[in-house]
């Protein structure tokens, strides 16, 4: 982690971290002013996400239709690789955003901009900083949280809860913010809020985990977005690409590997899929395997494998000062393993007890309505997305693939189902990924190209964009049923 | 074959699943072959006929008895099942597995199947079921998966008997079959339904849900989501395989489209609009999960399969390959379904969707025969027995109440059983054939038994009678049928010069039944040329509300209603203004009276000039009233409604008709005698006199401060505040008092204050709010303004202005109703102008919506409108000609087309301004 050195003392103007530094000093530049790749992902190079003429039609037609700002942002252009699956998600975010709702819109902006922050996500803080004041919002609200109605400011404990430690909330966070009073939240705007805040945090994951660019838009001459541009360090934006690109670049070692890696996984799969017939394993079985699962998790230590940090260092490293923290309260509040905190022991979510689809429609339906349609659409659609192949082979069916990959980010969150045995991860998720897993969903800001290109090393880009689109919907999924759930206790 | 002839002849004819047979001469082996592997030889089969019908009729010989009553669980319970002997219901949830006796007075704990030291998942059950035939059989539902069967005859403590573990996912639903003693089916959320023969070790068949009439998943059009129709999508797959994997290019695409669309069209007459210009793509095969199964309580090999993805699927049983039927019964995955225990086709479906549908399955086509709507999704629907139409619900969110419907009365539930704490999760009647008793189990950890006699009826509570005033003054007017009949002897109507046009009687044709209410609906109608609202509507256009002085308001309103022949409205203006404005006050006075501004305001103003008048002979009396009035003031100045209480006071002590006679009569000697005849009396007001000028200054700052910036800033914009006036307002505050003192010291000597009117212009108003005449008592409060505005309270105010903007609106005045909020002085009134004012244009260039500033499109970068005479941006008000559709500035405009009759763009066209 190169944010490793950053000191707020030192930095008063802008930050910069350490490496940052050292380049700039040898490059004797004041100051990196374009991202250092080109396209809308740092990711992914630019040639990969163009796309043949149909679907940038259809891309643009839809951004013109769902779009708040009206522009092919970064974000769309790297999500139309998978036209079928922006339909919906700009669908839903446009209905967050523009339609009717309870809250009124700079609200809804604010709201992203506060959900945004919890991740020092800049990308999504600036973009919402323009919607905000676009919209009709008081500028002085964005000098931080003490110039927010005090409404907003509590809203602050359930965003903490929700980024990093969802299983948290409990309906007194509920009672707290709806019990009669001069600010107040009536259940609606709350379900309302929620669901920004879950859509952003989730959305936070994605942006880091494809290594979005910062928008190229000289135009914007907002000044409070050139001050916040200013005050980021741009590896923050493009995280340590630059320093690793040199090195990675010529990474034809793994060739070899991952090709056998992949006829491996391929393999693995099969063998699964074979195995179900005849090899059952035993309810405890079962059960351990959960439990294992989740604790393994808590080895698979987020960073950059290379030079692994103690776990303690890290929580430090997040309470940065930087500009985004003026949104936040408690920086230093972070992701904690579920699995951790062995003496309280909290009770596994049972996600048979409480579904998206039985439970948690039916209440965000019936408080912010229509807003469950969209929602299920999403998640069916990115649950059942699939092209049927897998890097260069054709005909696979990844079910059991995708399965992994969602149960796997719940399993974090503490959300355990059934009938699902979480063997099946170990075997499908490679060590290299699951830290990917890991980093996007609990600690996306610390996201870094290095990651990303470590695992699977063989499959498209449009793939990996794949799985960040389903850990994020699996994230999203997850903070909603936790919130959901304590709504639903405050009901009854 | 021979197995076959023997089937049809078992069968009733009306089977669908025997029609179905006939034509299908490839069935016949695996029919049978499926026949025999269940045990259902043709002999076998007959038995079960038999049985069936014995069960049928063995109505319930011995009359149960109990009342209601409930116990508590250790844990929430998810699913129950009643034994066929009505006595015992066993309770199933993650952590509970117990069977309860029912007896008299309350549950008995009978056995707790739940045994082991650690519980597996295995014993987590998401559904239970209690064999019909077999009381010793059960079966469960496990959520990791597994089905579980229980023999309760075993002896050992542990009861299980069997472990099926073929579904992968969480099993939503077991159901043994209802006559044969060792089918089961089960229903899983990864989509397969499997049947088991409780003598095997494993699945006899398995059903996937996937396995669609038309074989595979959907295809979807990229343009507006568009289901091809799967019959097409054979076609399609047909012609080119490898689509399905997304691995054609572009070209073959189109080709595909082509064809498709083309097919489309022949074969459906749906309006597509135009060639869909975005790939398809294969929505895949994942197959969708089962949330409930049932067997035909009628059809012996018919089963019903709920999904997911809302459809309804009808299975053969011994058709595995194919469903026999499938539709769409709801939006949204389908929770429940239920056979109906007499009407063979009977069917209802409960879903998310909060709908409870119960269809025909018998016609070609299932037809949707009832549809009953609730207030939550429905989790679980179950028939009531021995009444044909009714059927019990419970929700699976937030409502946690049960309910028994009369489906042809789908809007009022027939009963209603409150006494779960939080949402119920299973529901079974006691008895095949006993009505009354209903068991439950809930989340709330509680198991209970009602009785239909104690459940409570909304009917009851339900208003039996609906009225409706529509616009034009028509009336409609619903009652229970009963009622009608009762009054129409007494002609109730007759008296009035309006008559029904028509009358309506609904009358169900089914057999008669209590509950079941039939109403009249009688509209009636406004007399043919009355045009009853004309008045209304002319009043409103044509009053005068602000920007003249008080009395010329007054005398224009007063016409105008005397020219609408409203006699007494005219004469309440005349009198209003004879009230507020009557000629012997001083003119400075009357025209800041007239601004229709604050009383206190005006006043205040004529005060001051009055000071410097007469300033140097009252200065002692002031010096000495004030005194007084400093002495008197703690007692009562506290009451802000001083001027009010003197007021009353002045009544009381001076007679009721006085006032009247003051209005009537001549104005100045009335007044005078008025004091002069009561010596004595002048003394006492003296104090009084005091009281208003006291209340001034306290009443000014209410005046000034409440008013928000947005206040403010209507009142600035409002012609008729001159800005001189305003700074008197606020410039004149507390020295003043002792001057305000005297001045009005001086008025009440040659008149009443028109505050003396004000208890009576209330009443007024309110009488003609209370007589529905809104329009008059907003009219007034906004023309007198401060006058009278401080004697009603806010609410009251804002009752009436939104009462009288609704009807402007729905007059469609919407300029009245614009000039009426905009006059308003009550804040959530006036805000009313303040929502919804942004107005979004799209650039002329690129047709696309300017989000950020009006005037600069984001995306051509380029100034949308110019002005043609300056050559600047138009920031504001733009104007421009239809014909040549040039434009720029109104100003401008205004000013060339004085001067010239072309266009300033020069493009030859001859505009016009009007």
């Known amino acids: 982690m190169n944010r490793g050195g950053s000191s707020p003392s030192a930095a008063a103007n802008y930050l910069l971290c350490t490496n940052c530094r050292k380049v700039l000093r040898k490059d004797k530049r004041i100051r990196v002013s374009q991202p250092l790749t080109r396209g809308p992902s740092a990711f992914i190079p630019e040639k990969e996400v163009v796309q043949a003429n149909t679907v940038v039609e259809r891309t643009n037609f839809l951004v013109e239709e769902y779009s708040t700002s009206g522009r092919l942002d970064n974000i769309t252009q790297v999500m139309s690789l998978h036209t079928q699956y922006l339909e919906s998600f700009l669908r839903s975010q446009f209905y967050m955003l523009r339609m009717d709702g309870p809250l009124p819109l700079p609200y809804r902006h604010y709201i992203a901009i506060m959900a945004a922050a919890r991740h020092q996500c800049s990308y999504l803080i600036n973009m919402h900083v323009d919607e905000f004041l676009k919209t009709g919002g008081i500028a002085e609200w964005l000098n931080g949280l003490e110039y927010v109605p005090q409404r907003l400011k509590n809203l602050n404990e359930i965003n903490k809860l929700l980024a990093h430690r969802p299983w948290l909330i409990t309906k007194e966070h509920i009672q707290k913010l709806v019990k009669t009073g001069e600010n107040n939240w009536s259940l609606p705007e709350l379900v309302h809020a929620v669901v920004l805040l879950a859509h952003y945090h989730a959305l936070a994951s994605f942006v880091f985990g494809s290594g979005i660019n910062p928008e190229r838009d000289p135009e914007i001459s907002n000044g409070f977005r050139l001050i916040s541009v200013n005050n980021f360090c741009v590896c923050d934006l493009a995280n340590d ?103 309280e022991h909290l009770p596994t979510f049972r996600a048979q007890d409480y579904t998206w689809e039985n439970h948690g429609f039916s209440l965000v339906n019936r408080l912010y309505s229509d807003i469950g349609h969209l929602l299920d659409e999403k998640f069916r659609m990115v649950y059942n997305l699939t092209y049927n192949t897998m890097a260069t082979h054709e005909d696979v069916d990844t079910t059991m693939l995708r399965r992994a990959l969602f149960n796997y980010v719940h399993c974090m969150f503490g959300i355990r189902y059934d009938d699902y045995d979480y063997g099946e991860v170990n075997q499908l998720l490679e060590r290299s990924l699951k830290v990917y897993i890991k980093t996007v969903t609990c600690y996306p800001e610390r996201t870094t190209k290095r990651m990303y290109d470590s695992y699977w090393r063989q499959f498209k880009h449009s793939e990996k964009v794949h799985v960040n689109l389903l850990l994020m919907e699996a994230r999203m999924q997850a903070e909603l049923l936790y919130a959901l759930r304590a709504i639903t206790r405050h009901l009854t | 074959t021979s197995a076959l002839c023997s089937l049809l002849s078992f069968v009733p004819p009306q089977s669908p699943a025997a029609l179905g047979l006939v034509p299908r001469a490839d069935r016949v082996n695996s029919g049978s072959h499926l026949a025999s592997l269940l045990g259902l030889t043709d002999s076998g089969f007959s038995d079960s006929m038999e049985k069936m019908s014995r069960v049928t009729t063995a109505l319930g010989g011995s009359v149960l008895t109990g009342r209601t009553m409930h116990c508590h669980l250790d844990a929430p319970a998810n699913a129950i099942s009643v034994c066929r002997d009505a006595a015992q219901v066993v309770v199933a949830g993650r952590s509970i597995f117990k069977i309860y006796a029912i007896e008299e007075e309350q549950f008995v704990e009978k056995l707790n199947l739940r045994v082991g030291r650690k519980p597996s998942l295995n014993l987590s059950c998401a559904d239970v079921v209690w064999h019909q035939m077999d009381e010793n059989l059960l079966a469960t539902a496990a959520t990791n998966g597994v089905v579980v069967t229980w023999n309760l005859g075993r002896p050992s403590r542990n009861k299980q008997d069997q472990l099926f573990t073929e579904h992968k996912r969480t099993v939503n639903k077991v159901c043994f079959h209802p006559t044969e003693a060792h089918v089961l089916l089960s229903g899983s959320q ?99 999960s089962v949330r409930d199964v049932q067997f035909s309580i009628r059809d012996y090999f018919t089963f019903a399969s709920t999904f997911e993805n809302g459809n309804v699927q009808l299975w053969d049983i011994r058709r595995p390959d194919r469903c026999e039927r499938m539709f769409t019964a709801h939006n949204g995955p389908v929770f429940c379904c239920d056979w109906h225990p007499e009407d063979r086709g009977w069917l209802a479906t409960g879903g998310r969707d909060k709908m409870v549908k119960v269809w025909d399955m018998t016609t070609h086509r299932a037809k949707e025969m009832h549809c009953v709507q609730t207030i939550a999704s429905v989790a679980r629907v179950k028939w009531r027995p021995e009444c044909r139409h009714h059927l019990a619900t419970c929700s699976m969110m937030v409502d946690h109440n049960i309910y028994v419907w009369d489906v042809r009365r789908p809007f009022v539930p027939a009963a209603m059983f409150e006494e779960h704490r939080d949402v119920t999760t299973g529901i079974a009647w006691r008895h095949p054939h006993d009505p009354s008793f209903l068991l439950s189990g809930s989340k709330d950890s509680s198991l209970c038994q009602h009785l239909f006699r104690d459940a409570s009826q909304p009917v009851e509570r339900a208003n039996p009678e609906g009225l409706c005033y529509g616009l034009f003054g028509d009336l409609a007017f619903a009652a229970k049928e009963s009622l009608v009949a009762a009054e129409s002897g007494r002609k109730p109507y007759t008296g009035d010069r309006r008559h029904p046009i028509f009358f309506k009687r609904k009358l169900d044709p089914a057999e008669p039944f209590a509950g079941l209410a039939s109403s009249a609906l009688s509209v009636f109608e406004t007399e043919p040329g009355g045009s009853a609202m004309r008045w209304f509507v002319d009043t409103a256009e044509r009053y005068a509300l602000a920007g003249r002085p008080l009395a010329e308001l007054c005398d224009h309103n007063a016409k105008v209603a005397r020219e609408l022949g409203r006699n007494q409205v005219a004469q309440t203006w005349t009198m209003l203004r004879t009230i507020y404005c009557s000629p012997g006050l001083l003119p400075t006075a009357n025209l800041s009276h007239s601004v229709g501004k604050g009383g206190s305001c005006g006043l205040q103003l004529m005060n001051s000039f009055n000071l410097k008048d007469m300033a140097p002979g009252l200065g002692s009396e002031t010096r000495l009233d004030r005194s007084k009035g400093d002495a008197r003031s703690d007692t009562v100045l506290l009451d802000s409604s001083a001027t009010l209480i003197t007021n009353e006071d002045n009544e009381e002590t001076e007679g009721s008709d006085v006032p009247a006679d003051y209005l009537l009569g001549d104005v100045e000697g009335e007044d005078d005698e008025l004091y002069l005849l009561d010596p004595e009396h002048t003394h006492p007001e003296e104090p009084e006199c005091v009281l208003p000028q006291e209340a001034f200054p306290l009443r000014h700052e209410i005046v000034d401060t409440p008013p928000g910036p947005e206040h403010l800033q209507d009142k600035a914009d409002s012609p008729h505040v001159s800005g001189s006036e305003a700074d008197v307002a606020s410039l004149a505050p ?112 690129c047709k696309r919506p300017m989000s950020s500033r009006g005037w600069v499109c984001d995306r051509c970068h380029r100034c949308a409108s110019m002005c043609a005479v300056c050559h600047h941006v138009v920031k504001g008000l733009f104007v421009w000609c239809q014909g040549c559709s040039h434009g720029g500035h109104l100003q401008h405009i205004m000013k060339w087309l004085e001067g010239s009759s072309h266009c300033p763009a020069g493009c030859g066209h001859l505009c016009e301004y009007s």
């Open chain 1, 241 to 343: 690409n630059n320093i690793e690109n040199a090195s990675l670049s010529g990474s034809n070692f793994g060739i070899v590997d991952s090709l056998s890696e992949l006829e491996a996984l391929m393999e693995r799969m099969k063998r699964l899929q074979e195995e179900r017939e005849d090899e059952e394993a035993t309810q405890e079985e079962m059960s351990t395997r959960f439990e294992k699962e989740k604790k393994e998790s808590l080895f698979v230590v987020s960073g950059d494998t290379f030079h692994s940090f103690p776990h303690s260092e890290f929580e430090d490293d997040m309470i940065i000062t930087s500009d985004v923290s003026r949104y936040i309260e408690d920086p230093g509040f972070g992701y904690e393993d579920f699995a951790r905190r062995g003496e």
């Open chain 2, 190 to 288: 990864d989509g397969f339904m499997k049947c088991f023969d409780l003598r095997r070790k494993d699945s006899v068949s398995t059903f996937s849900g996937e396995a669609t009439e038309a074989g595979q998943g959907r295809w979807w059009v990229m343009t507006g989501w568009v289901p091809v129709l799967p019959v097409l999508s054979c076609c399609v797959l047909r012609l080119h395989p490898s689509f399905a994997h997304g691995q054609m290019r572009d070209a073959e695409c189109e080709d595909v489209l082509k064809t498709t669309w083309l097919l489309w069209r022949l074969c459906v007459a749906a309006p597509l609009g135009t060639l869909p210009s975005g790939p398809l793509f294969w929505a895949t095969g994942q197959s969708e």
């Open chain 2, 734 to 845: 507390m020295d003043s008092s002792f001057s305000l003192l005297s001045v009005s010291h001086a008025l009440y000597d040659s008149r009443l204050p028109p505050d003396f009117f004000s208890v009576l212009v209330r009443d007024m108003l309110h009488f003609y709010a209370e007589q529905g005449d809104v329009q008059m008592a907003v009219s007034v409060l906004i023309v007198l303004g401060e006058r009278v505005r401080k004697d009603i309270d806010e609410q009251t105010q804002e009752h009436w202005y939104t009462s009288y903007i609704d009807l402007l609106q729905r007059f469609r005045l919407w300029n009245v109703s614009n000039e009426v909020v905009k006059l308003s002085t009550s804040r959530a009134v006036s805000c009313l102008n303040q929502a919804s004012t942004t107005l979004h244009v799209n650039c002329s260039h």
